[in-house]
């Protein structure tokens, strides 16, 4: 589990297709490499990866075919959001993120609104019942707080501190990034349809 407040950035090294799936391996910050055993997750632009090998500042994860039809593509260069995840004790800053990715939201429209950012996507429209106004998402790992929403598409406010520790800012209109509805509207989205 984690809270969507970013903690590290981290660059692709390396995206290498295997059979159906895939293995990424990211430079990764020392801190965040020397507290983390193979084995634990980290949050890679949201998503939930488990940590298969690590040496000489690089983290490699194994992407299954599920992974990689639900995420948004990853390219050599990359910058990421990374995340530990949580420990008992931990401080719950953002929202509970489960790093279990709904599907990808693309950009259909940025503003700047005085220091402000606005950003307006466009989530996989199964999703539409799960955003609510003044509710929590995560997009690219990030929690944030819908401002504003209609259907499937929402918008998210950027503040300057948002704006300076991720690379939420830099993404471009008709860019995609992952996408977790909050794990409380997906249960009782599910309860209601079960009535």
Same mark, same amino acid.
């Given at each position: 589990? #984690?809270?969507?407040?970013?903690?590290?950035?981290?660059?692709?090294?390396?995206?290498?297709?295997?059979?159906?799936? *895939?293995?990424?391996?990211?430079?990764?910050?020392? +801190?965040?490499? +020397?507290?983390?055993?193979?084995?634990?997750?980290?949050?890679?632009?949201?998503?939930?990866?488990?940590?298969?090998?690590?040496?000489?500042?690089?983290?490699? #994860?194994? @992407?299954? $075919?599920?992974? /990689?039809?639900?995420? *948004?593509? @990853?390219? +050599?260069?990359?910058?990421?959001?990374?995340?530990?995840?949580?420990?008992?004790?931990?401080?719950?800053?953002?929202? !509970?993120? %489960?790093?279990?990715?709904?599907?990808?939201?693309?950009?259909?429209?940025?503003?700047?609104?005085?220091?402000? /950012?606005?950003?307006? @996507?466009?989530? $996989?429209?199964?999703?539409?019942? /799960?955003?609510?106004?003044?509710?929590?998402?995560?997009?690219?790992?990030?929690?944030?707080?819908?401002?504003?929403?209609?259907?499937?598409? %929402?918008?998210?406010?950027?503040? $300057?501190?948002?704006?300076?520790?991720?690379? !939420? *800012?830099? !993404?471009?209109?008709?860019?995609?990034?992952? %996408?977790?509805?909050?794990?409380?509207?997906?249960?009782?989205?599910?309860?209601?349809?079960?009535?």
């Amino acid at each position: 589990m #984690f809270t969507g407040i970013i903690s590290h950035l981290g660059k692709i090294a390396s995206h290498t297709r295997q059979d159906q799936g *895939a293995r990424i391996a990211i430079a990764v910050p020392d +801190a965040l490499l +020397a507290a983390t055993e193979i084995g634990a997750s980290i949050a890679v632009n949201g998503c939930c990866l488990t940590l298969a090998e690590k040496n000489d500042g690089i983290a490699s #994860f194994d @992407l299954s $075919p599920e992974t /990689l039809a639900r995420t *948004a593509a @990853l390219a +050599a260069e990359q910058m990421v959001h990374l995340e530990a995840s949580l420990k008992a004790g931990d401080s719950i800053d953002g929202h !509970l993120i %489960f790093g279990h990715i709904d599907g990808t939201a693309r950009l259909q429209n940025r503003q700047e609104r005085g220091q402000a /950012l606005r950003l307006v @996507l466009q989530a $996989p429209d199964q999703c539409a019942l /799960l955003i609510a106004e003044k509710g929590s998402v995560a997009v690219a790992g990030v929690s944030l707080t819908v401002a504003s929403c209609q259907g499937s598409v %929402f918008a998210v406010e950027l503040v $300057p501190h948002t704006i300076a520790q991720t690379v !939420l *800012a830099q !993404l471009k209109v008709g860019e995609e990034a992952n %996408f977790e509805a909050d794990m409380l509207a997906r249960y009782a989205a599910r309860a209601i349809e079960k009535d």
